[in-house]
Nanobody, 116 residues
C-alpha cells in the first residue's frame, strides 16, 4: 500500500503561481507512474499531469506550457509547478500513484483557488 501526502495549495490571484508537492511512502517500489489529478465543483476528476518511471510525461491540453511536473526519486516526492494560473484552474488537486494500469493510490487532496 502507498500513502500520499500533498501540500502547497492555497489562494492566488489570476496570473500567479503555486507549487504543489506530494510525498509518497509505503510500497513505492511497485509504482510505475505518479501524477496529479484535479476535480472542480460539479465536474469529473481529470488527469492534469503525470510521469512514468520510463520517462514519459503527459500534460492535459489545458495546462500545457503553464504547469510542470517533476520528481525527486531520492525524496520520493513529486511536484507540480503551476504558473500563469487561471480561475478555471480552481479545483481540489490530488496526487495519485499507479502500480498497474490504473491509478490506485490517492492523496487527501489540496485546494487550489484562483481569483479573477
Amino acid at each position: 500500500q502507498v500513502q500520499l501526502v500533498e501540500s502547497g495549495g492555497g489562494l492566488v490571484q489570476a496570473g500567479g503561481s503555486l507549487r504543489l508537492s506530494c510525498v509518497a511512502s509505503g510500497s513505492i517500489l511497485r509504482l510505475n507512474a505518479m501524477g496529479w489529478h484535479r476535480q472542480a465543483p460539479g465536474k469529473q476528476r481529470e488527469l492534469v499531469a503525470t510521469f512514468t518511471l520510463g520517462g514519459s510525461i503527459y500534460y492535459a491540453d489545458s495546462v500545457k506550457g503553464r504547469f510542470t511536473i517533476s520528481g525527486d526519486n531520492a525524496k520520493n516526492t513529486v511536484h507540480l509547478q503551476m504558473n500563469n494560473l487561471k480561475p478555471e484552474d480552481t479545483a481540489v488537486y490530488y496526487c495519485a500513484a499507479r502500480s498497474g494500469l490504473r491509478y490506485d493510490s490517492w492523496g487527501q487532496g489540496t485546494q487550489v483557488t484562483v481569483s479573477s
